[in-house]
């Protein structure tokens, strides 16, 4: 199955010059969807993972069902502010302005093997975000998995020394 085929370009969405990934039509088809899910997990069978990181919004959608197929829980790694109990946060880059991400101070237990899950692998500054925040709990972080890539931006020069998995590049 091609599941480039279910991703729309939808050109200067959100602002002039991005081309946005939209992946609502992978998310609507019965197949692509278990395909994306069965793919993410795929690599990290037998590597003991006890959590999944979803990075808020479509990390959501992914990462939850990521969780399931791998046996483990779901962490939410949210925009500043969502998060009701007290936080850690993180600033980053990313390709559309800059942001910051923040996750509940007792998400991570020391023993846990934390896998990072999103949609779209871009500049890398958001997955870099996401990995310092879950390094700073001193656990094992296991590797990032997303469905999209875009290779030219050249995220993973920021993410070396990291088990990178991702489905579609671009
Ligand atoms: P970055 O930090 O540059 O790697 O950007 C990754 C984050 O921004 C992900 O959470 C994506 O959801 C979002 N994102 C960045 N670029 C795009 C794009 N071209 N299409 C859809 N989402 C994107």
Do not use: C
Not at 83 to 91: A, C, D, G, N, V
Request: without cysteine; charged residues 25%.
């Amino acid at each position: 199955m091609d599941l480039r085929s279910f991703i729309r370009d939808v050109p200067d969405f959100p602002k002039p010059g991005i081309i946005f990934k939209d992946i609502t039509p992978l998310l609507k088809s019965t197949e692509a969807f278990q395909r994306t899910i069965d793919s993410l997990a795929e690599p990290f069978r037998g590597n003991r993972v006890t959590a999944v990181a979803g990075i808020e919004s479509r990390g959501f959608i992914f990462g939850a069902a990521v969780a399931r197929a791998l046996g483990a829980g779901f962490i939410p790694i949210r925009k500043p502010g969502k998060l009701p109990w007290t936080t850690r946060r993180h600033e980053y880059v990313l390709e559309y302005g800059s942001d910051a991400l923040e996750i509940h101070d007792d998400a991570v237990a020391p023993g846990d093997r934390v896998l990072i899950i999103d949609d779209v692998l871009a500049t890398g500054g958001t997955a870099v975000a996401a990995t310092q925040l879950i390094r700073g709990f001193g656990s094992q972080l296991v590797g990032l998995a997303t469905v999209i890539e875009l290779t030219f931006l050249d995220p993973r020069t920021k993410l070396q020394g990291l088990e990178v998995h991702t489905l579609i590049q671009y």
